[in-house]
Structure formats: structure tokens, C-alpha cells
């Protein structure tokens, strides 16, 4: 016991270098897990998707369309539940600055083939009545005041035009992974509007959305799709819709990879921080050390002493920052509004803020301490004078 | 003043471990703030460069990228009979009708797709391009199945070398040649002929239409008549402009990105400053006490732990400058998001980013150390002296 006592009484004897490093352990804890929590919103599309569920496209790309006869010919395919489909509309809301995701869907099979987006049974009557209707997510909803009956009106990206629609219904996440800020509506109403201005683009989805009945098929399933339009005008790809999503991922790769090395810099530079104040304490102390080996204290017992201090210096920093994450993300939350359709702190984030404070706890004390051992005891006593 | 300069390098040589420590510290910093500021740079570079200021590019109205774009044949007509566009000393019409698609390719590393950009090419679109040069093979030939790929694209993605074939829209396409066009967005583009693209898509409609001018004043009057006829629903902006347009998202999201880590970096690296010099200031009270002793002022005092902390943090500026100045020798590419298309760029390293990250080091610096040094000019001498 009396080592914790020396321990808090050294922590405490200079306050002010104390006070400062925890401070930087904080604030670096405190980005990393933020830094971490970003990279996690980056996948929330991949973890929020089902394996029961395939997306067909255009085998060219994503921005190429495939026809709407394909529906039936996919339906027939066997082990397929349902299938729905849909177009990416771009539509922009007001101004460029409100983006969020909105897509023209076929909303029956769609609301069946995404259980996770909970609908009151009401509004979703409403919903599938209208046909200029639409149903928006929780968090877009509320950025714009939304409220069901309202009438918004998207400027078409995509497909030219100023579209009006009548808020029927708003959606909330099964969990707090599902994306809220979303707006769908249905396909028929573009598509109707499509055949007047430009018929030739009218009567084509963006995708399809395959229900399958067998998960552990997905691979068969995906493959017989596609076969059936091997060589035609428009050739299919299907995945996953976890695949689907990790492609997505890829293609952004190199903006992952810079947060990932910068958070790892951030980790660095606390262990800079917490090396150099338990090198100066160390150096500020070697004549204490040395009077305690004259005791016939052993080195692990000296050792213990250092790490300890950096240990627990580092510690009470990460603790800190954890308990400072959750009041800085529900700010941060608030400030990006639906550009950030996810963001989740996840325990895993905390257990590894947790084992990074502890590394560099350790890391850090190791020099310091080596040098607190190897102390010679006669030349450092002599210099006390 | 030099006394007191010479006093403080030879603080910092000894005590090295805590002044490498530190200085390393500030240059982590400066390194992160550089190079994410040198990525937004380089992207919104490439893209601007891609453009050309001469260079008119007609879209239907309201499309933010040429993929949605779709103009009319009746209307690529209407267009090109305008009196305004150039024509280049062979006599040939200096405006083409591109058509641009998406297609998946595969990444030499990896086995996961990204869409790379499939341009359908007129007559004038390479002489509109000043920055595109082919570097080995020759052009498509008109009405074939042959691309040009560019450079970038080549280095990256699977079975590109002039003589391989790639199949897309049921058709084989042979590769014949590769273009180049620096640090620009051609260089990450495929071109074909847009009559074969045209029909291999079964898309009977142009995506846009760039034209030289032959007055570059005419700009505004031009775009007012394109714009104000009502049988077109066009709009037409200038090349560089709507590439700039097209970086924004992207160089606005890393610039927010870098500068708030940033200031989380700096807050680090202050303190990591302060304690060290907070260390120095408390190793060295019979020092200052001497200094006063011999009539240095306060002032001085303060100016000279002042000065310390500022060489430690320009030293920790230029090594993590000189660290990020050697990113620009690094490719990156990456989905440009509003294009929804593969980019590759350069980190680019600007005058001004250099002195903003200077700035940035000297600020860090002084903020650092402004605290102990006001606490080194306070002590009193009697005490001070004492202490030995």
C-alpha cells in the first residue's frame, strides 16, 4: 500500500505539469475516439445492411439504368422472396447546402424488404395512397420542421424539373444504426412525369432490391440473376447489399486512409506528451531514486513506482475524454445535421480508448523508468550537496 | 539581445531529449495540418487545371455533373451554328459533343470496382485540351471500337496497356493508346468515339458540349443568348468554373476536416510546449535569478523564455513542413463525390499553405510559452538567489 501512497503523492506534487498532461491526454482521447467515430459513419451503410437482402444494377454502373421488365424476370428466379426497386433522385432541397439522400422508390415491396425503418400504421396508409407522397427520416425531418401534411418541393438533379411533395409519414430507425436523414417516394410519380419530358429515360430503375428467402444462397441467387441477362442490352451485377455497401467504402478509400494514419499520429503525439512530463519528473527526482536503492528497494518496486505515475496519469486523461465524448458528439451532431446520417459511439471505441491510454502509460514510463533504475547511487546522492 | 539568444539554444541543446520531444510534438502537428490542407489544394488544383478559361461547356440546366447532363441533337445543332465559336487555324470548328458515361473497372490492388469515366469524342476534343498529350499509341480512329486511357487511370486499374482489350456494353474495346494530361482530370478519364459509345449505350442524346471562344469577351453575351433561349433549357458556364464547381464538396469536407484537427493537434501540442518550458523556467530559478541580479529587466526575461519557445516551435514547423513537402511526390485517388467518379491528384504544397503552417507553428509556440515566461519574469531575485 504504500507505493499507491507514494504514487498519488508524487502525482500530486507537481499539480500544475500534472494538470497539463492529463489536460492533452483529454483532448487527444477525446479527437481519437471522435476520429474513430467518424470512420465507423463511414461504414454505418455496411453495418446496417441485411444479408437477406441483394441489390441488382446496371453491371456498367451505378448511373446506368436498368429497364423495369426485368422485375418480373428477377421475381421468377427461385428462393427470391420480393423484390422492389429504385432510382437515386438527387432531388436538392432549397439549396445545395441541405443535402440529404432521397430516392424514388417502389414503396409497398420497398417498406416491406426494409423493416427497420418503423413507420406508424396509419401514416403508412397515407403514405402509399398519395402518390405525390413521401416519407422523410426522423432526423431530416426535424432539421427542416418538417410535419406530416407539409408539402416540400425538390429541384431534380437528375431528372430536370421542380417536384412536389406531400409529406405523409416520417420514418424512425430500428436502431440507432439505420440512417434517419432519408426521403423516399414513389417511382411511379417520376416516372409518370418522366414519360411527358423525356420518354425515352422513362420506365428505367437505378436498382433493384432482391428479398431473398435463404440467406446462405445469396452467392447462388446472385449468380442465376445475373445469368438470365447475360448478353442483353443492359447486363446485371448482384451482390449483397453488404457488398453493394462496402463498394462504396472502396471508392472512398483514400480519405479512410487519411483519418485512420492521422488518429494513429494523434496516439503518437500523447505519447510524446506523457514521455516528456515523466522524463522531466524522473530527471527532477533521481536523487530520491538513488536514496531509495540505498534503502535496498528493489527495481521492480522503483519501476512500478514510474510506470504507475505515467499509468495512471494517462488513465485519468482517457477517462476524461470518454466521459467528455458523449456531451462533445451530441454538439457536433447537432452542428452537421443530416450530413452525418450516423454517428454512434460504440463500446468497442471506448475499450480501445481505454487500451490506448494503458499503452501509452506504459510506453511512456519505460525510458523514464529505465533511467530511474539504472540510476548510480553515489553520483546522484553526491549531488544533493 | 544575442547574449540572450545564445543562452537559449545552448538551454535547448542540453536539455535534448525534452526539446527533440516537444519539437517533435509541434512538427506532428504542423505535418497533419499541411498535408490535409495540400490534399484539398490538390484536388481543387487538379480540377481547375482541368478547365480551360477560353473553353465553354454547355449541360442542360440544373445538372451539376456532365453524367446527368442531356442535350438534344436538335440542340447540339442550335449550339454549334453559333457565330461565336472559334475556329482553329486548320479550318477545323473548335467545338465538340461529348458524351460521358460511368463504368465499373477493377483496381490493380484489390478486387473492388470504382467508376472511372468513359468520354465520347468529337473531332476538336483533344485540340480543345491543351493539356492532353498522347504519350504512346495514336487516337481512336473515328466509328471503332478503340479507347485512349489515361495515365492515371492505366497505372491503377487492371488490363489497360495498349494492345489489351476491355469489355464493356457488349462490345470489346481495344486500348491503342495513352494520354496524359499532368496533374489535371483527363488523366483520369478513357476516351472513345462518341458516334460507337453513343450506339453501344443506346443513349440517343449528347451529355455536353464544349466550345472554344473565338472573342474571349463574348462570355457573358454568349451566355445570355444560350441561356435565354427557351427552346433549350441549357445553361453554359466557363471550363474552369464548372470544374472548380465540381471540387468543392470534397475540398470543403477536408478542409473542415484538417482544420478542426487542427486545433484539437495544437491544443496538444500548446501544452506539450508549456510543460516543457514550464520545466525549464523551474530548472533554471537561480539562472534567472543571476540575470536580474546583473540588471537584466523583467522584460528581458520574459522576451528570452519568450524566444525559446518560439525557436523550439519554427524548428518543429519546418521539419514537419519539410516532412509534408515530400507528399507531393505521392498519388492519391479517390471517388470524387459529386462526380461519382475516380479522381487521381497530387498533394500540392502552395506558398500560402506554407506560411499559414509557419504561422500556425509561431502561434503554437508563443501560446506555449507566454505562460512560463511571465512566471520566469516574476520570480523574485532575493529568492531565487536563495534557492542554490
Not at chain 1, 427470391?80 to 429504385?86: A, D, L, T
Request: positive net charge; glycine residues 8%; hydrophobic residues 50%.
Amino acid at each position: 500500500m504504500l507505493i499507491l501512497k507514494l504514487l498519488f503523492r508524487n502525482i500530486f506534487r507537481q499539480r500544475l505539469r500534472t494538470f497539463l498532461t492529463v489536460l492533452a491526454t483529454t483532448v487527444a482521447i477525446l479527437a481519437f475516439g471522435f476520429l474513430r467515430t467518424i470512420i465507423d459513419a463511414w461504414y454505418s451503410g455496411v453495418e446496417a445492411s441485411s444479408p437477406a437482402r441483394l441489390i441488382t444494377r446496371n453491371a456498367i454502373s451505378l448511373t446506368t439504368p436498368l429497364p423495369i421488365s426485368y422485375k418480373d424476370r428477377i421475381r421468377k428466379v427461385k428462393g427470391v422472396k420480393e423484390v422492389s426497386y429504385g432510382q437515386w433522385f438527387g432531388g436538392i432541397y432549397i439549396s445545395e447546402k441541405n443535402f440529404f439522400p432521397n430516392f424514388a422508390v417502389e414503396a409497398e415491396t420497398f417498406l416491406q424488404l426494409y423493416p427497420e425503418y418503423i413507420i406508424k400504421p396509419e401514416e403508412k396508409i397515407a403514405f402509399l395512397r398519395d402518390r405525390k407522397g413521401c416519407v422523410a427520416g426522423r432526423k431530416v425531418a426535424e432539421e427542416f420542421g418538417w410535419e406530416v401534411g407539409d408539402t416540400i418541393i425538390l429541384k431534380g438533379t437528375v431528372f430536370p424539373g421542380e417536384w412536389e411533395f406531400t409529406v405523409r409519414a416520417i420514418y424512425r430507425g430500428a436502431g440507432p444504426k439505420v440512417d434517419e436523414t432519408q426521403v423516399f417516394f414513389h417511382w411511379d410519380y417520376i416516372n409518370e412525369g418522366l414519360k411527358k419530358t423525356y420518354p425515352t429515360r422513362a420506365d428505367h430503375v437505378g436498382f433493384f432490391v432482391v428479398g431473398i428467402n435463404d440467406p446462405r444462397r445469396a452467392a447462388e441467387i446472385s449468380l442465376e440473376i445475373d445469368s438470365l441477362f447475360k448478353n442483353s442490352l443492359a447486363e446485371t451485377l448482384t451482390e449483397t447489399e453488404k457488398a453493394f455497401q462496402l463498394g462504396f467504402v472502396a471508392m472512398t478509400e483514400a480519405i479512410l486512409i487519411t483519418i485512420k494514419i492521422v488518429s494513429i499520429v494523434l496516439i503518437i503525439i500523447i505519447l510524446l506528451i506523457v514521455a516528456n512530463t515523466m522524463a522531466m519528473n524522473v530527471r527532477d527526482r533521481l536523487s530520491e531514486y538513488a536514496t531509495m536503492k540505498a534503502l535496498g528497494f528493489n527495481w521492480p518496486y522503483i519501476s512500478g513506482l514510474v510506470l504507475g505515475e505515467s499509468i495512471m496519469i494517462s488513465l485519468t486523461g482517457s477517462l476524461c475524454g470518454i466521459v467528455l465524448t458523449f456531451p462533445a458528439s451530441k454538439i457536433f451532431v447537432d452542428a452537421m445535421g443530416t450530413l452525418l446520417p450516423v454517428f454512434y459511439i460504440t463500446a468497442e471505441t471506448l475499450l480501445l480508448d481505454l487500451l490506448i491510454a494503458l499503452c501509452v502509460g506504459v510506453l511512456a514510463g519505460l525510458l523514464p523508468a529505465l533511467n530511474a533504475i539504472g540510476v548510480p547511487v553515489q553520483r546522484a546522492l553526491q549531488r544533493i550537496g | 539581445m544575442s547574449l540572450f539568444f545564445t543562452y537559449n539554444m545552448r538551454n535547448l541543446l542540453t536539455r535534448r531529449l525534452a526539446t527533440v520531444i516537444t519539437a517533435a510534438g509541434m512538427a506532428f502537428v504542423v505535418f497533419v495540418f499541411s498535408s490535409v490542407q495540400m490534399m484539398a489544394e490538390g484536388l481543387k488544383k487538379t480540377l481547375v487545371d482541368t478547365g480551360s478559361f477560353n473553353n465553354l461547356i454547355i449541360l442542360r440546366k440544373g445538372s451539376q455533373a456532365e453524367v446527368v447532363s442531356v442535350v438534344d441533337r436538335q440542340k447540339a445543332l442550335i449550339i454549334e451554328t453559333l457565330p461565336e465559336i472559334g475556329i482553329s487555324p486548320e479550318g477545323i470548328l473548335l467545338s465538340a459533343k461529348e458524351h460521358v458515361v460511368l463504368i465499373n473497372l477493377y483496381k490493380k490492388d484489390g478486387d473492388k470496382p470504382s467508376n472511372v469515366v468513359i468520354r465520347g469524342i468529337d473531332r476538336a476534343s483533344l485540340l480543345l485540351r491543351e493539356r492532353v498529350r498522347l504519350i504512346s499509341g495514336r487516337m481512336p480512329l473515328p466509328g471503332s471500337t478503340e479507347i485512349v486511357v489515361g495515365s492515371a487511370i492505366q497505372k491503377r486499374f487492371k488490363g489497360l496497356s495498349i494492345g489489351e482489350k476491355l469489355r464493356f456494353g457488349l462490345r470489346e474495346w481495344t486500348v491503342v493508346g495513352i494520354m496524359d494530361a499532368g496533374n489535371t482530370g483527363f488523366s483520369s478519364e478513357i476516351w472513345a468515339d462518341i458516334d460507337t459509345l453513343m450506339q453501344t449505350f443506346r443513349r440517343p442524346f449528347y451529355s455536353c458540349i464544349v466550345f472554344r471562344l473565338r472573342n474571349p469577351q463574348d462570355f457573358s453575351s454568349v451566355k445570355e443568348k444560350i441561356e435565354g433561349d427557351p427552346r433549350l433549357g441549357l445553361m453554359a458556364k466557363r471550363e474552369v468554373e464548372f470544374y472548380r464547381e465540381q471540387s468543392e464538396v470534397m475540398a470543403r469536407f477536408l478542409k473542415i476536416l484538417g482544420n478542426s484537427l487542427a486545433i484539437v493537434f495544437s491544443i496538444g501540442a500548446i501544452i506539450g510546449a508549456m510543460i516543457t518550458m514550464y520545466a525549464q523556467v523551474a530548472n533554471r530559478i537561480q539562472d534567472i535569478g543571476t540575470l536580474r541580479a546583473l540588471g537584466f529587466q523583467k522584460r528581458d526575461i520574459l522576451m528570452g523564455f519568450l524566444i525559446e519557445s518560439i525557436i523550439l516551435s519554427l524548428v518543429g514547423g519546418v521539419v514537419g513542413l519539410i516532412f509534408a513537402s515530400l507528399l507531393q511526390f505521392l498519388e492519391v485517388s479517390t471517388l470524387n463525390w459529386q462526380t461519382f467518379s475516380e479522381l487521381a491528384f497530387r498533394f500540392n504544397l502552395t506558398l500560402g499553405i506554407s506560411l499559414k503552417a509557419i504561422a500556425f507553428s509561431l502561434f503554437m509556440g508563443i501560446l506555449g510559452g507566454i505562460l512560463p515566461a511571465l512566471r520566469a519574469s516574476r520570480i523574485n531575485i532575493v529568492e531565487a538567489l536563495r534557492m542554490g
